[in-house]
């Protein structure tokens, strides 16, 4: 008679202590509804700026094209949803995430570590460098020979945090012009209204080559950079199946293919 009810204080205990470590666990488990959130809209809102080309512009018809509008596009089909494309204010974009506005920032966003603290970052899908354009006929070879002259960038883009990590390079401009996109800031260097323009690479030598302007990049660049997809902070199950979605373009070419329209070559490093 002891035995049984030793053995049934046991049971009793063993029953509360799993019942305890599961009402626990339920209650300090978080649940992450990212990729059902989209699925159950039917819709994935893509923040972008539209004047940022090859990544994401808009065309002669106002159309919003571009390689990341392209990928995105494979990606959402993948998915099972609708791709809405929504220009943002770039100064704004994690406002945009937090509000849910969009979905996720997918434009030629560079990583850095304050996007890292403020967002979910996707693996990185394309390298870049932070470059100067200048004119070609005004013999800037060096970043030496910008001592004293002006450099204009994209307020809120990762061109300013490249120009901080060269505070002596900085010391030596004459000013530096924030302006509301590249696009802009390129429309002011072709005016001679400032000497050099810092921003992405891939964007310029798109730009360059498309609108043949007679500008020039200067071999010495000011960061090395990696291109990734941003979403709200802990949206990690949207991640992972956007993350997927891009393994399943590449494997079958699509990705490449894109790539190829945009760069002449496959320019990306998903595997």
């Known amino acids: 008679m002891k035995a049984k009810k030793v053995i049934i204080i046991l049971l ?12 626990g666990g339920q209650s300090t488990k978080t649940t992450d509804e990212s990729l059902k959130y989209i699925q159950d809209r039917g819709k994935l809102i893509m923040g972008l700026d539209d004047s940022f080309p090859p990544m994401g512009f808009r065309d002669e018809n106002n159309e919003i094209v571009g390689f990341d509008v392209d990928v995105a596009k494979a990606v959402a089909e993948k998915l099972g949803v609708e791709l809405v494309l929504q220009p943002i204010d770039w100064n704004a974009k994690e406002q945009e995430l937090a509000t849910k ?3 996720c920032i997918w434009n030629g966003m560079s990583v850095n570590e304050e996007r890292k603290k403020n967002m979910t970052l996707s693996a990185a899908y394309m390298d870049n460098n932070m470059a100067l354009v200048v004119r070609a006929d005004e013999g800037i070879a060096t970043l030496a020979d910008m001592k004293g002259k002006s450099l204009a960038l994209q307020a809120g883009s990762s061109a300013m945090d490249a120009l901080d990590g060269k505070a002596d390079f900085k010391a030596e401009l004459k000013e530096v012009v924030e302006l509301k996109d590249n696009v802009q800031a390129l429309m002011n260097l072709e005016t001679k209204a400032v000497d050099a323009v810092l ?4 964007v310029a030598r798109y730009y360059i080559e498309t609108n043949k302007k007679p500008f020039v990049i200067v071999d010495e660049t000011l960061a090395t950079e990696e291109y990734a997809i941003g979403f709200r902070k802990g949206d990690e199950s949207l991640k992972t199946a956007v993350e997927d979605a891009l393994k399943e373009l590449a494997k079958e070419g699509k990705l490449a293919e894109i790539a190829t329209k945009w760069f002449g070559s496959d320019i990306t490093k998903i595997k």
């Open 12 to 23: 009793v205990l063993i029953f509360s202590v799993a019942s305890f470590a599961a009402c």
């Open 101 to 103: 506005n969009i979905d």
């Open 199 to 202: 921003m992405d690479d891939v």
